[in-house]
């Protein structure tokens, strides 16, 4: 597993950009199959016409898909992943900002692309480097 989740939790209150850090160090720890199964999920989700994806549905689509309960149990994540992945997965695919919709966080002013690469690979290709960004790709493309 990636360094930032070796240690225990100490209560010590989270700023914004160990809160990214923790959700990059979820995806390293079985990059790239788990990132590109939690893309694949909302993508195919959106294609079959659901009209927006929010936390706790991922579970969801996985078991509509037929997968088992145990091979989903690591999409079972808590909202703070969510809110960190959604923003990634919308700069990863813009076009997912069509069913993916964030509200403006703290956590936007931490350099997204920065930690991934550092945490994650350096080599994931991002198409803005912020989701705000990304979405307006995604309005000009539609």
């Not at 990636?2 to 100490?10: F, P």
């Not at 929010?54 to 969510?82: H, K, P, V």
Request: aromatic share 12%; proline share 4%.
């Amino acid at each position: 597993m990636a360094e930032v989740c070796r240690e225990l939790y100490d209560g010590v209150a989270r700023t914004p950009r160990m809160r990214v850090e923790e959700a990059c160090a979820w995806i390293a720890d079985d990059y790239p199959r788990k990132w590109m199964r939690l893309v694949g999920l909302c993508e195919r989700a959106m294609a079959n016409g659901w009209p927006r994806i929010r936390r706790g549905d991922l579970y969801l689509l996985a078991s509509q898909q037929g997968m088992t309960i145990t091979e989903c149990m690591e999409f079972r994540f808590d909202n703070n992943l969510w809110s960190i992945l959604s923003r990634y997965m919308i700069m990863f695919r813009p076009s997912l900002s069509h069913a993916i919709f964030p509200k403006v966080a703290e956590v936007d002013e931490v350099d997204f692309e920065q930690v991934w690469h550092d945490t994650v690979a350096k080599s994931t290709f991002f198409w803005a480097s912020d989701w705000r960004k990304a979405s307006k790709l995604a309005e000009v493309a539609a």
